[in-house]
T-cell receptor, first 112, second 111 residues
Framework: ETGVTQTPRHLVMGMTNKKSLKCEQHLGHNAMYWYKQSAKKPLELMFV???????ENNSVPSRFSPECPNSSHLFLHLHTLQPEDSALYLC???????????FGDGTRLSIL | EDQVTQSPEALRLQEGESSSLNCSYT??????LFWYRQDPGKGPEFLFT???AGEEKEKERLKATLTKKESFLHITAPKPEDSATYLCAVGDTGTASKLTFGTGTRLQVTL
């Protein structure tokens, strides 16, 4: 059981495609996050949205574009991705940015 | 720059064989240390937050402790269902929204 739902669970796309990942949280939290998880590497924070701020990791390529229309929904728009972008993309939420983060089960993305 | 190192990378235990996982960290100011459990094909599941040296938290067979340089996750009499990857992360007082994660310890508990 999870209060953070991610869709789709699996996505295969070509390098020229455009797709979006969706995240919805049912916990009443005020902050949402996108992470990238690659094999043998630590979770890498990509973007943060909260009532107070939007924070970006400056190392994230512009082919990843976040959108947060409200406190319950978060999207990650993908375009012109590269093979090295294949990874598990995790969404998380927290009551406030200092509070523990609760994760969804992720979208497994494969770039052909 | 904040750093988190977890050891061992992998650990295999027999059911009932207690052990500890280590998380060594470097931060300019500790906002909190977080332990997560991750099962294959799932997202990380929050276990504990520790805020200051000397603090301890317990949940079933798990006990987390914290010093100024490291945290331990003690597993007492583990069962096969405790098999998972355990992740440690630290928050820095200078960056409210960011957590720095370690690469995890993959625990396997056999009968």
């Amino acid at each position: 059981e999870t209060g953070v739902t991610q869709t789709p669970r699996h996505l295969v796309m070509g390098m020229t495609n455009k797709k979006s990942l969706k995240c919805e949280q049912h916990l009443g939290h005020n902050a949402m996050y996108w992470y990238k998880q690659s094999a043998k590497k630590p979770l890498e924070l990509m973007f943060v949205y909260s009532l107070e701020e939007r924070v970006e990791n400056n190392s994230v390529p512009s082919r990843f574009s976040p959108e947060c229309p409200n406190s319950s929904h978060l999207f990650l728009h993908l375009h012109t991705l590269q093979p090295e972008d294949s990874a598990l993309y995790l969404c998380a939420s927290s009551q406030a940015v200092e509070q523990p983060q609760h994760f969804g089960d992720g979208t497994r993305l494969s770039i052909l | 720059e904040d750093q988190v190192t977890q050891s061992p990378e992998a650990l295999r235990l027999q059911e009932g064989e207690s052990s500890s996982l280590n998380c060594s960290y470097t931060v300019s100011g500790l906002r909190g240390l977080f332990w997560y459990r991750q099962d294959p094909g799932k997202g990380p599941e929050f276990l504990f937050t520790l805020y200051s040296a000397g603090e301890e938290k317990e949940k079933e067979r798990l006990k987390a402790t914290l010093t100024k340089k490291e945290s331990f996750l003690h597993i007492t009499a583990p069962k096969p269902e405790d098999s998972a990857t355990y992740l440690c992360a630290v928050g820095d007082t200078g960056t409210a929204s960011k957590l720095t994660f370690g690469t995890g310890t993959r625990l396997q508990v056999t009968l």
